[in-house]
């Protein structure tokens, strides 16, 4: 066996001021903050093919528009995998950004999701799959116009007592969001509360267009969907 330990506590790789720049095949880890920091004023970057495992914040932040993460695989990872902004909420104007045949799984000691979109519009989530978490697979906050398709949730919401493997909660102004033709499996748990669903819209957020999506064992105690006092749906 071998036991590392590390004291590093700023950002691996972190990538500012930079335009149309491929990351392909790193590998990061093993160290005590985050892997990834993709920098605002930084644009069309690309992380492709990497593994990012040992890290105790977070695997990759993302403030980049026009930013993609495919193809790669995020494990170990004490914070969320994958946290995404950007965007333009008052003109609508999209990022522009991807996140698409991902492997992440083991994850979050800090009971946060696999993917986080905060203050975003137009992020696509699509292809990934998204498994072994005690909390979430993605949680989004203060949304607009994102998309998530084509995942495989499975082995999620292991101990949380009342959530959703997609989550939305307390904002009106999440408009325009898309659920579809995803694969949620074996979710939830026994510890019982308020129960464990695949979808989960929260205290009077406003729901988003969720259609195609296939559901089996998918929620405890009872059902796949749920909303809290919600509209729009």
């Known amino acids: 066996a071998t036991l590392s330990l590390s004291t590093l506590g700023s950002t691996m790789l972190y990538n500012e001021g930079s335009a149309y720049v491929t990351f392909d095949g790193i590998n990061i880890k093993e160290s005590a903050s985050d892997a990834m920091l993709l920098g605002g004023s930084s644009h069309h970057i690309t992380v492709k093919n990497a593994t ?9 932040r993302i403030w980049a528009p026009n930013t993609t993460i495919e193809n790669n695989h995020f494990y ?7 946290l995404i902004k950007g965007g333009n909420r008052a003109t609508l104007e999209s990022s522009g950004s991807v996140v698409k045949n991902n492997l992440i799984h083991s994850c979050s000691a800090w009971a946060n999701s696999a993917i986080e979109v905060e203050d975003g519009v137009g992020q696509v989530i699509s292809h990934n799959k998204i498994y072994e978490y005690d909390m979430g697979g993605v949680r989004l906050s ?20 009342d959530g959703g493997v997609i989550y939305f909660g307390r904002n009106v102004s999440d408009l325009g969001n898309i659920i579809r033709n995803n694969y949620f499996h074996h979710i939830g748990n026994k510890i019982g509360a308020h129960g464990q669903q695949s979808i989960f819209t929260d205290d009077g957020n406003v729901g988003p267009a969720i259609y195609g999506n296939i559901f089996y064992k998918a929620g405890q105690p009872d059902f796949p969907i749920k909303t809290h006092a919600g509209q729009f749906h």
């Open 52 to 60: 990012v495992n040992g890290i105790g914040g977070y695997g990759v």
């Open 76 to 82: 170990n990872i004490a914070n969320t995998a994958i």
């Open 142 to 161: 203060n949304v607009n116009n994102v998309v998530i398709e084509y995942n495989e949730f499975y082995d999620c919401q292991q101990l949380n007592a």
